[in-house]
């Protein structure tokens, strides 16, 4: 196959979930053993078992218009057809969001489009695609080029309707180019909100989602987008060209929309320096050729405030060509292969760490606990190994002075029992503020309280001061939660510190709840909302349409966040003292069983050697427990992409002398 370098790591990342999850059953095997299986582990299992069974790979496409994203699309991906699958032609373009995929449960390759008059519900795509009523079902004949072809060209069809329909459908005349205004009142408009490719493709029957968007005005009128689709893709290829350069528009869609949309995620987005053949000049050398297109990318890359390494200059048509006729030196030319090659790794990479992720969140915490406990348990196995055999020749009155010092590090080690549980109950004090402003009523009543006073102003001033104040009120927010979080952990640590000095723990605290990445992303949304508050939609858009915009585009994202932070706190609060709970129960028990041991042999120095035994055994028993753990941590942290590109790598071969 033409992609094999895509189709290759995909069989990689696959397999890579198979030993994920072959671990997790091996993991809920040792706990139920260990008598940890509870419901809620269980339940952790297997929610990411679920995951790793549906997960879904998405590479989203962003472009303005005419910038050959969807023939790049083609040629990445659909070449292997033998004609564009994908309808590209001149003067036609992306018109609604389209997902390209397959669908298991619907066994048949269609095109399933959502008219645009659903914009009017105010139901978000994804609540739609539950039901199928809401759309337009087309079958898609593969044996049939022309039936495919004309089907899929519907997805370009638009419509022309008033200038109060659109303005009802949240399509203003500020979102509309002026070409598309066919007279005062009428505009036109896409006829489809959004459409569904289903294909049985390889790459897609494999879990991948392909994600083509259309230009920047539809981008805007479309939240879902930004707010959901494009934060969750893997990769996200932007597509500009290499004639004009970055354009106004180009550089609007940018910043606006892709740069720091998820912060920590911009190693996910690639740029496409797309028609490098319009660069081209027959006349000139190879060499003068390609030192155009080095400094059109390297232009880019400081437009865009990016490193050159992730601006890949490609001809996405003469790619396409050459994979349909096979002209290897053309593709060659075409430099298409290091932009599947990068797109690919950083697409499987960015998924393995989000998944990686949710186990640390799920379970890593879980199996490092184990292995500290056990290891803990080891060494107090050994250090009574150790006594035991010098008490082979020690006389009864030493074993009543070892049993009598036993005693007296147990009645310390109650009274530190009883400072850690005071410990939990001031840390369930400290974080009530921190719970308060994170409440989900909390939020939505500060949210309301601005919403309220945006459809009070009468003027536009008065509407960007609510938006302001709301924003600054939600940054006030995030700046308290970093304070606060700061305090609570050095609290935790103090805690932990108490227990290492006074009793020898060796256990680390727990990852520190610290929400600055949270706090960047609010600071951004506070840039973006600064924009939107002084941009000309204030003024030409009217007051409900731009309170509507405003929710949508930057509030919902808001929401959103301090959600995600509100779940990441609520985490850190239930498990933030359990390790330190489980090292005090583990010690507790070791104490009763050395005072135990102590007693017994100070009755009969018979049992001496039986308890040697015994400990010996047990010794033996915890070593493959802590192997066991140990192979199931390796399996959920392998990463077979690092062996794949290290195989790919030439090896050195010694000739001889």
């Known amino acids: 196959m033409q992609t094999s370098i ?385 008490l082979r020749k020690k006389s009864s009155d030493v074993v009543s002075h070892l049993l009598a010092k036993t005693r007296e590090e147990q009645d310390k080690y109650l009274r530190g029992v009883q400072q850690f549980q005071t410990s939990r109950e001031e840390l369930l004090v400290e974080t009530r503020l921190s719970r308060e402003i994170l409440d989900p009523e909390a939020m939505v009543s500060v949210i309301a309280n601005a919403r309220r006073d945006m459809v009070r102003s009468w003027t536009t001033h008065g509407l960007a001061i609510a938006m302001k104040g709301l924003f600054d009120e939600l940054r006030r927010a995030m700046q308290t939660l970093s304070s606060e979080s700061e305090r609570i952990r050095k609290m935790v640590r103090l805690t932990y510190q108490r227990f290492e000095d006074d009793f020898g723990f060796s256990i680390a605290p727990p990852k520190v709840f610290v929400p600055m990445k949270f706090r960047v992303e609010i600071e951004v949304l506070h840039q973006e909302a600064e924009a939107f508050r002084k941009s000309p939609a204030m003024v030409l858009t009217e007051q409900s349409t731009v309170i509507k915009r405003f929710q949508q585009q930057l509030v919902g994202r808001a929401l959103l966040l301090f959600d995600q932070l509100r779940v990441a706190f609520e985490s850190w609060n239930r498990d933030t003292m359990e390790p330190l709970a489980e090292q005090i129960q583990e010690h507790k028990l070791m104490m009763e069983k050395r005072l135990e041991n102590l007693q017994r042999i100070g009755r009969s120095k018979d049992s001496l050697q039986t308890r040697i035994d015994d400990l010996q055994r047990l010794h033996v028993e915890l070593a493959q427990q802590l192997t066991a753990l140990r192979n199931i941590h390796n399996a959920l942290h392998y990463n077979p992409l690092v062996d794949e590109e290290r195989s790919r790598k030439p090896q050195l071969v010694a000739g001889k002398v």
């Open 6 to 390: 895509i189709q290759e790591r995909l069989t990689a990342y696959r397999q890579w979930k198979v030993h994920v999850s072959r671990a997790l059953s091996e993991l809920e095997s040792w706990l139920e053993s260990e008598g940890q299986a509870t419901p809620l582990y269980r339940e952790r299992i297997r929610h990411i078992l679920d995951a790793l069974d549906t997960d879904r790979l998405t590479i989203a496409f962003v472009a303005e218009f005419s910038r050959g994203k969807t023939e790049l699309i083609n040629a990445i991906f659909f070449s292997d057809y033998g004609r564009r699958l994908l309808p590209s032609d001149a003067g036609r373009t992306t018109m609604c969001p389209t997902e390209l995929l397959w669908d298991q449960k619907h066994d048949e390759p269609y095109l399933r489009l959502l008219p645009i008059e659903t914009r009017a519900q105010d139901v978000p795509v994804a609540e739609l695609k539950k039901d199928h009523k809401h759309w337009v079902h087309y079958p898609l004949q593969m044996q049939d080029p022309e039936q495919m072809t004309s089907t899929l060209k519907e997805m370009l069809r638009t419509k022309q309707v008033s200038m109060v329909e659109a303005t009802r459908l949240g399509l203003s005349a500020f979102q509309l180019t002026p070409t598309a205004r066919s007279s005062v009142d009428r505009v036109e408009i896409p006829k489809w909100r959004h459409a569904i490719i289903n294909l049985p493709h390889p790459l897609l029957k494999q879990g991948l989602v392909i994600l083509d968007t259309p230009g920047l005005k539809e981008l805007g009128s479309e939240p879902e987008l930004t707010l959901s689709m494009l934060p969750a893709a893997q990769a996200i290829l932007f597509v500009v060209a290499a004639d004009t350069g970055v354009t106004r528009g180009d550089l609007e869609m940018w910043q606006h929309h892709l740069k720091g949309f998820q912060t920590g995620r911009e190693k996910g987005i690639i740029v496409a320096l797309n028609k490098i053949d319009l660069l081209w000049n027959e006349l000139q050398e190879v060499r003068k050729n390609d030192s155009t297109v080095a400094k059109q990318r390297l232009r880019t890359a400081r437009t865009l405030g990016i490193s050159d390494a992730v601006v890949f200059p490609i001809s996405a048509q003469q790619a396409l060509l050459a994979r349909i006729q096979g002209d290897s030196a053309l593709l060659e030319k075409s430099a298409l292969f290091a932009l599947e090659s990068h797109l690919s790794s950083k697409m499987l990479q960015t998924k393995r760490q989000t998944l990686v992720d949710t186990l640390e969140a799920e379970v890593g915490h879980l199996v490092e606990r184990n292995r500290a406990r056990i290891s803990t348990r080891i060494g107090h196995t050994k250090a009574h190994l150790d006594e035991l055999e010098q």
